[in-house]
């Protein structure tokens, strides 16, 4: 099956820098997601992105499906940004989500 | 905005014994899934739902695992005799169309003692 690896597997920031947070896939990508879990442990769906760039506010996403990767990036992070990012991508029916093992980020004041 | 309700969010039960987690989708959704996440670690698949028959389950979805949709808005995952390794988050989530707008419940942190 499908394989998703994401990159740093942690991440410090102050307050106001900006990440990039990345995701690899070993098959084609056809419904690559992004979601937050906050430090509450909810699940937050933050963009379905199988190709090209969506923007909502300081987060953005960009996929590039031929070369079977997606980043998302964080600007002016907030502690609020704190928490785990998750990419996933549906398996080949469409029937289940694979998840990576997720981002950890901590930004601090 | 529509939300996936889980109940309870919270349960520790004893080794051995029956739980029943509960969620309600979202009224229009279609596709039904549970998942489950051990603490530290990412979140895994266990099976997806539609038309009232299983469509897809993991290998952690051995025989002590079921769901059912017993009316037209709640769908149950039940763990028959359950293992200290089931204690995790398992988290409900429906979508109206496959592979892409997922919604998730805010989980159910399951104890087994």
């Known amino acids: 099956g499908i394989q998703v690896e994401q990159s740093p597997p942690d991440l410090i920031l102050q307050e106001g820098a900006n990440s990039t947070l990345r995701c690899n896939f070993s098959?084609?990508?056809?419904?690559l997601q992004w979601f937050h879990q906050n430090p509450w442990g909810q699940l937050i769906n933050l963009f379905y992105?199988?190709?090209g760039t969506k923007q909502n506010g300081r987060l953005s996403a960009t996929t590039v499906a031929t070369e079977r990767y997606s980043l998302l990036y964080i600007s002016s992070s907030q502690t609020t940004d704190s928490g785990v990012y998750f990419c996933?991508?549906?398996?080949?029916?469409?029937?289940?989500?694979?998840f990576g093992k997720g981002t950890t980020l901590s930004v601090s004041s | 905005e529509p939300e996936v309700t889980q109940t309870p969010s919270h349960q520790v039960t004893q080794m051995g014994q029956e739980v029943i987690l509960r969620c309600v989708p979202i009224?229009?959704?279609?596709?039904f899934y549970w998942y489950r996440q051990i603490l530290g670690q990412k979140v895994e698949f266990l099976v997806s739902?539609?038309?009232?028959?299983?469509?897809?389950k993991s290998e952690i979805f051995d025989d002590q695992f079921s769901v059912e949709r017993p009316d037209g808005s709640n769908f149950t995952l039940k763990i028959r005799s359950t293992k200290l390794e089931d204690s995790a988050m398992y988290f409900c989530?429906?979508?109206?169309?496959?592979?892409?707008?997922?919604?998730f419940g805010s989980g159910t942190r399951l104890t087994v003692v």
């Open positions: 996933a991508e549906a398996n080949q029916a469409g029937t289940a989500l694979i």
């Open positions: 098959d084609s990508v056809n419904n």
């Open positions: 992105i199988p190709s």
């Open positions: 009224s229009n959704h279609l596709y």
């Open positions: 739902f539609y038309n009232n028959e299983i469509s897809e």
């Open positions: 989530a429906s979508n109206r169309e496959l592979g892409y707008g997922y919604t």
